[in-house]
């Protein structure tokens, strides 16, 4: 239509051709890609338009009709559909999507080979503008749903899929995994994959520290393993030499300063294993479901003391392995199953392990430390009063230590985890027997309506605030348990039942009841029922993170209303 003579175009490695048809001019390009590894088709293209018999021409700037998905790792190459990327390595890679419209979804499903049912996923919209012919997707802006889905299992080998979806039609997918490559092992060397090999440039290769430690034996230094070259380029292997190794578990694995992370790999050396305490004992144990069995008794013991010397183990293997996924090493993962534990691991006083390591067990292990009951906290208490006692002794100085680790535990924790401020507080205000202002107001039945008020009355209500923030989102919902188990508080004991909003909100009622039923099952010690599958902690970790202000100031006042109506006894502990 519009009468043109001519038209060129002039973009970089374009080249075109233009065809005359009775009532149009069709302009067919063609992108000649420099650099098959790293190159994008350009993003605009300037057409200069003539008209017959007049010597004016026009110029235009439009969008290069491309379209499709590209990926491009950190260093600018291209990854093809379907590559692994190691988590590790995510920070610099993108996904971009050319004219595919603007209705896209980045789906995230945990996968493994031995996984049952359908993948636990979080499906999260990509914000476009009108009128955007390209849109950049940065994998790293998502970390937070890629590790809390990694969190949602014990699996080592699980891997993550990152879909962009255009509706139901699937655009793109990347693998993220945890590692970049298992290990091969040869009768005298260990050697990365094949595919490792095509994953690591050899500059990396020969960066990349290899230790191996005797897990019987964690006080000795663990062993830097020799690479092996040819030709003085490095080959991907390194010198094991099992018959120059004393018998037992050998753990081999990356060092602190590697640039990559490979898939940790057990060689046991065949002969008479001399193992010198309970836990190296258990470690060594071959059959998975006997190590299983022999680990849950010394962590039962570990949990009741201490003191024992079971912890002076624990804690130089984890200053060999600390830097380690926590999820390579069964010891951590039956940790995470023993709420006792975990509370020994918060609460005693260590030589070797830092709040950062104890920290990690949040996010890498399915445990949260919201599910952990009000009496075992008091109980653990208790037990650091024990310790402070064997370690300091004195009538003074026990105590001033106790004290200490209590107002560190409470103000780290209360930090990190601000729903449990309150419920902290309570732990040390109990356990030193100290007669805190704070709880006096707690426990009075007076501080109901006060607490209750902060959460659901007037316009600047905690659940007002929830609300307003949500108002065209997709809220999580509830299955069935989690709706049975809301039910069931909100018809007994009694005193629960008024702790929740009087009226339903519909489909937004799962995500303000989640944390109040939580805090009533930590102040009744029933929150033995979440434990029973990893899926039910990813569900509350992800009602968590849909508000975490709600969430957390939620649990919290629940707590102070939980001691209000005597839900939570101090006696108990």
Known sequence: GWNLSQVSAAAPDVSYEVVQEPNALILRLHWHNPNEERALPPEWIELTLTWPNNPRMARLRVPFPARGVHAFDAEGLELTPDSWCPVHRLLGVRLIAICVGHRLDLRLELRHTAHEGPP?????PIRT?????????????????????????????????????????????????????????????????????????PERIARLSVHAMRLEAPSEESLRLEPCFSEDAPTGSWFFEPSQREPGSWLIYPGLDAPERFRPTLWSVEGDVMATGSLTQALNIGEREVRTQALDTVIAR????????GWNELEQLAGHLGHLPLVSFDLWRRFVHWPEAMVALALRLHTELTDEFVARFVRELPFVWELIPFQIWCRGAERLQRQCVAWFGGSTLWRRQLEQRLEHIEYEFGSRHPGLAKLLGLVRCFCLSKDCPEVRVMASPASLPLFGGQLFDGPESSLQQLLRGHPDDDWPAADETLTRWIQTYRSQPPQAAGLFPEHSLGFKDAVINTPILLAIQVATGTTGVWFEHPRHIHRLRCFRAFDPDWFDTAFDLTIARCLATGLLRPSTG
């Open 120 to 124: 636990i996923q979080a499906r999260l």
């Open 129 to 201: 503008q009108p009128g955007m012919a390209r849109i950049e997707i940065r994998l790293h802006d998502y970390i937070d749903e890629i590790e809390r889905l990694f969190a949602a299992d014990e699996l080592l080998d699980a891997w993550v899929e990152a879909s962009l979806c255009a509706g139901p039609t699937t655009l793109f997918k990347l693998r993220i995994s945890r590692y970049v490559c298992p290990l091969e092992r040869g009768e005298t060397r260990i050697s990365l994959s094949v595919e490792g090999l095509t994953r690591i440039t």
């Open 302 to 309: 570990l949990a009741e003391d201490y003191s024992d010397s």
